[in-house]
């Protein structure tokens, strides 16, 4: 079965980091575009990042310079690095194979505050 597991959330202060990580079964995750979303309280799904299948990487204006998407095709899993949160990165994030969360886990909370 196609299976995606996120992991990694936490409660943080402002200006803290957390690694989140989604680890992918029953597909190999490097052969497809993956994408990190976000669901924050009250509003819709909202794209963040995507790593392409050559590893190109695109990032939402609102998280470019303190976000770093990647993935560990040994593994199988793919990782957001986010640096310098802020309270308005409180959600739940979702890694999925399109940008409006097909195929996505249940994804895991980070809370800023």
């Known amino acids: 079965d196609v299976q995606l597991v996120e992991s990694g959330g936490d409660s943080v202060q402002p200006g803290g980091s957390l690694r989140l990580s989604c680890a992918a079964s029953?597909?190999?995750?490097?052969?497809?575009?993956m994408y990190w979303i976000r669901q924050a309280p009250g509003k819709e799904l909202e794209w963040v990042s995507i790593?392409?299948?050559?590893?190109?990487?695109q990032y939402a204006d609102s998280v470019k310079g303190r976000f770093t998407i990647s993935r560990d095709s040994a593994k199988n899993t793919l990782y957001l690095q986010m640096n310098n949160l802020k309270t308005a990165d409180t959600a739940i994030y979702y890694c999925?194979?399109?940008?409006?969360?097909?195929?996505r886990g249940p994804g895991t909370q980070v809370t800023v505050s």
């Open positions: 790593i392409e299948t050559s590893g190109a990487t």
């Open positions: 999925a194979t399109t940008p409006s969360g097909g195929g």
């Open positions: 029953g597909f190999t995750l490097s052969k497809f575009w």
